[in-house]
């Protein structure tokens, strides 16, 4: 149903025929015709042929007839290729009696760990932790949307010396007082308290210290208060996530300490393999091909002198264990663009070891800043920074104040499912509708608008489909037939049988701007359709198809936007 691709295959035959090898036909989407083939001008310079000529004889070759109204070669050598009405009217017949939408599950599911979120334990969760988690949560629903086997690797910080002044903190508070303060999810103020105390106070510092030995040692008593910090601390990641709409539970939660017991035998096996060496204060590996400023080998502290570990041995134990014990063939890391060099040098040691070899790739998924409207950082008025929480909860109430200027007829408990989905999906959307790689400014106005490349426009688009179906007292679309005549007709089927081009596409970059950038075409186009193409006013079958093509725009919109964990409102 992928009409992209059935174009290419038909024209790599023939290019292939002609040039006694594989050739990639490169076929794209085209402003001089509905597609276009440049592979003629590559092939030119190899066969030492003028390309009009290698583009004349591949239409000679090629059968296109059932797919095509018009195929010609233009300028130097490019082929236009104009797709037949009845070709896209039978594409969309069969997508739209798909559950799929005519997006195939992979021919070869891979078991895939997304490493993603990792906020710290009794520690708020704050705006830095918005991209990782947005865009974890993407990668997680795209890809077992298309059959992956999807872990989701909650990477908590749950380990190491902090903790030694945070449970001397709850000791000083009690208990049941430390944990109705973090119940209330006050993380801030808890960790703040302890390392403020820890700053000023020497004899506090020493018991912090002798009580991270007794952690690492594994009191019990220790280890109990330990329990209680993490388990509060999670209970709120949990609200949190529930407030933001992505799909991590307490089952995805694996902290530092999760690989423990896994260091000792990390590091034998790569003092075996003779990759670890002494470096003064910390038995390290020099993975080749990294250097500082002052030109000398860059380390990854494995295990230091105190017999502690560095994050490097966990994040080394941690591939080990999702390539060995669990089979993943593809490790993603949503974290930021800073630790790249670092998840580069951890990749490269895995690698040498053995740990992540051939089909098992681990891949840095990495993202730029969100930013103030003054190009810095974004944080508060304070300086400081802003509470994820806190974020969550204006974006919903000034969805909700757009919601009530739009329709004041709506319930309050309709406003409140709309400005939930609104003001949530306008800050995911903001987030994906980026390049990732770049830093993006974070500006309410621009996000909750109605106009442009935002969810609320999008969300829109489907409610007034629906909208339409209402208003037809239709509940359901049964037609099959759907028929292609007016131009804007052609232009809204072409975008829809390009969605799975697009997923598939993204399934490998995870560069969710491009099914962000389809989407707001999509819904811009079908604008365009049902401007010039009256649906409810048409009548017999041009009134049904016109219906069918509605449907399935919507469709293809609720799903676009469910991959991107944005929730689409039947009612704006």
Same mark, same amino acid.
């Given at each position: 149903?992928?009409?992209?691709?059935?174009?290419?295959?038909?024209?790599?035959?023939?290019?292939?025929?002609?040039?006694?090898?594989?050739?990639?036909?490169?076929? =794209?989407?085209?402003?001089?015709?509905?597609?276009?083939?440049?592979?003629?001008?590559?092939?030119?310079?190899?066969?030492?042929?003028?390309?009009?000529?290698?583009?004349?004889? /591949?239409?000679?070759? @090629?059968?296109?007839?059932?797919?095509?109204?018009?195929?010609?070669?233009?300028?130097?050598?490019?082929?236009?290729?104009?797709?037949?009405?009845?070709?896209?009217?039978?594409?969309?017949?069969?997508?739209?009696?798909?559950? =799929?939408?005519?997006?195939?599950?992979?021919?070869?599911?891979?078991?895939?760990?997304?490493?993603?979120?990792?906020?710290?334990?009794?520690?708020?969760?704050?705006?830095?932790?918005?991209?990782?988690? @947005?865009?974890?949560?993407?990668?997680?629903?795209?890809?077992?949307?298309?059959?992956?086997?999807?872990?989701?690797?909650?990477?908590?910080?749950?380990?190491?010396?902090?903790?030694?002044?945070?449970?001397?903190?709850?000791?000083?508070?009690?208990?049941?007082?430390?944990?109705?303060?973090?119940?209330?999810?006050?993380?801030?103020?808890?960790?703040?308290?302890?390392?403020?105390?820890?700053?000023a106070d020497d004899a506090f510092k020493e018991r912090a210290r002798l009580r991270v030995v007794a952690l690492q040692g594994g009191d019990e008593l220790t280890l109990r208060l330990w329990r209680l910090l993490v388990a509060e601390s999670e209970k709120y990641f949990l609200t949190v996530y529930d407030q933001l709409g992505v799909l991590l539970t307490e089952q995805d939660f694996y902290g530092e300490s999760y690989y423990n017991d896994m260091l000792g035998p990390v590091t034998e096996e790569l003092d075996g393999l003779g990759l670890l060496r002494n470096s003064g204060d910390a038995a390290c590996v020099f993975p080749e091909g990294f250097t500082g400023r002052d030109g000398q080998p860059l380390p990854i502290i494995v295990r230091k002198r105190d017999g502690g570990y560095?994050?490097?041995?966990?994040?080394?134990?941690?591939?080990?264990?999702?390539?060995?014990?669990?089979?993943?063939?593809?490790?993603?890391?949503?974290?930021?663009?800073?630790? =790249?060099?670092? #998840?580069?040098? /951890?990749?490269?040691?895995?690698?040498?070891?053995?740990?992540?070899?051939?089909?098992?790739?681990?891949?840095?998924?990495?993202?730029?800043?969100?930013?103030?409207?003054?190009?810095?950082?974004?944080?508060?008025?304070?300086?400081?920074?802003?509470?994820?929480?806190?974020?969550?909860?204006?974006?919903?109430?000034?969805?909700?104040?757009?919601?009530?200027?739009?329709?004041?007829?709506?319930?309050?408990?309709?406003?409140?499912?709309?400005?939930?989905?609104?003001?949530?999906?306008?800050?995911?959307?903001?987030?994906?509708?980026?390049?990732?790689?770049?830093?993006? @400014?974070?500006?309410?106005?621009?996000?909750?608008?109605?106009?442009?490349?935002?969810?609320?426009?999008?969300?829109?688009?489907?409610?007034?489909? =629906?909208?339409?179906?209402?208003?037809?007292?239709?509940?359901?679309?049964?037609?099959?037939?759907?028929?292609?005549?007016?131009?804007?007709?052609?232009?809204?089927?072409?975008?829809?049988?390009?969605?799975?081009?697009?997923?598939?596409?993204?399934?490998?970059?995870?560069?969710?701007?491009?099914?962000?950038?389809?989407?707001?075409?999509?819904?811009?186009? #079908?604008?365009?359709?049902?401007?010039?193409?009256?649906?409810?006013?048409?009548?017999?079958?041009?009134?049904?198809?016109?219906?069918?093509?509605?449907?399935?725009?919507?469709?293809?919109?609720?799903?676009?936007?469910?991959?991107?964990?944005?929730?689409?409102?039947?009612?704006?």
């Amino acid at each position: 149903m992928d009409l992209e691709k059935l174009l290419a295959d038909r024209l790599a035959q023939a290019f292939s025929a002609m040039a006694g090898g594989p050739v990639d036909p490169v076929v =794209r989407r085209s402003q001089h015709a509905d597609y276009q083939s440049d592979a003629a001008l590559a092939l030119a310079r190899r066969l030492g042929r003028p390309p009009r000529d290698i583009a004349t004889e /591949v239409l000679d070759r @090629v059968e296109l007839t059932d797919l095509c109204a018009a195929v010609e070669v233009s300028g130097p050598g490019f082929i236009n290729l104009t797709v037949a009405e009845q070709a896209l009217g039978t594409l969309l017949a069969r997508m739209a009696t798909d559950p =799929r939408l005519g997006v195939a599950v992979s021919a070869a599911p891979q078991t895939v760990v997304v490493d993603y979120s990792a906020p710290n334990v009794a520690k708020e969760m704050h705006v830095g932790h918005l991209r990782s988690t @947005v865009i974890g949560d993407a990668a997680v629903r795209l890809l077992e949307w298309l059959g992956h086997r999807v872990i989701k690797a909650n990477h908590l910080g749950d380990w190491g010396t902090p903790f030694g002044m945070l449970i001397e903190h709850l000791l000083d508070l009690g208990e049941s007082e430390a944990a109705h303060e973090l119940s209330v999810g006050d993380l801030d103020s808890f960790y703040k308290a302890a390392r403020a105390k820890f700053d000023a106070d020497d004899a506090f510092k020493e018991r912090a210290r002798l009580r991270v030995v007794a952690l690492q040692g594994g009191d019990e008593l220790t280890l109990r208060l330990w329990r209680l910090l993490v388990a509060e601390s999670e209970k709120y990641f949990l609200t949190v996530y529930d407030q933001l709409g992505v799909l991590l539970t307490e089952q995805d939660f694996y902290g530092e300490s999760y690989y423990n017991d896994m260091l000792g035998p990390v590091t034998e096996e790569l003092d075996g393999l003779g990759l670890l060496r002494n470096s003064g204060d910390a038995a390290c590996v020099f993975p080749e091909g990294f250097t500082g400023r002052d030109g000398q080998p860059l380390p990854i502290i494995v295990r230091k002198r105190d017999g502690g570990y560095g994050y490097g041995a966990t994040d080394l134990a941690a591939i080990r264990h999702r390539t060995r014990d669990l089979g993943a063939t593809r490790l993603l890391y949503v974290v930021g663009l800073p630790q =790249r060099q670092h #998840f580069e040098m /951890v990749y490269a040691v895995a690698r040498h070891a053995g740990w992540l070899s051939p089909p098992a790739v681990a891949e840095h998924i990495g993202f730029g800043s969100i930013l103030g409207s003054d190009g810095k950082m974004l944080r508060s008025r304070a300086g400081g920074s802003i509470k994820l929480v806190g974020l969550l909860d204006e974006a919903v109430t000034r969805a909700a104040e757009l919601a009530r200027q739009k329709n004041p007829d709506l319930p309050e408990a309709a406003i409140a499912d709309v400005a939930r989905a609104v003001g949530i999906g306008a800050i995911k959307y903001a987030d994906l509708s980026t390049d990732r790689i770049k830093d993006y @400014v974070f500006d309410w106005q621009r996000m909750l608008s109605l106009d442009g490349n935002t969810a609320p426009y999008l969300q829109y688009a489907h409610a007034r489909i =629906r909208s339409i179906f209402r208003r037809a007292g239709i509940g359901q679309i049964t037609a099959a037939s759907i028929s292609i005549a007016h131009p804007a007709e052609h232009a809204l089927a072409l975008e829809l049988v390009n969605f799975g081009t697009v997923v598939t596409g993204v399934e490998q970059t995870l560069e969710f701007h491009r099914l962000a950038g389809y989407l707001h075409t999509l819904a811009a186009t #079908f604008s365009g359709f049902y401007e010039h193409c009256p649906v409810l006013r048409a009548a017999g079958e041009v009134r049904d198809s016109r219906l069918a093509l509605c449907d399935l725009t919507a469709r293809v919109l609720h799903q676009g936007l469910y991959l991107l964990g944005i929730t689409t409102p039947d009612r704006m």
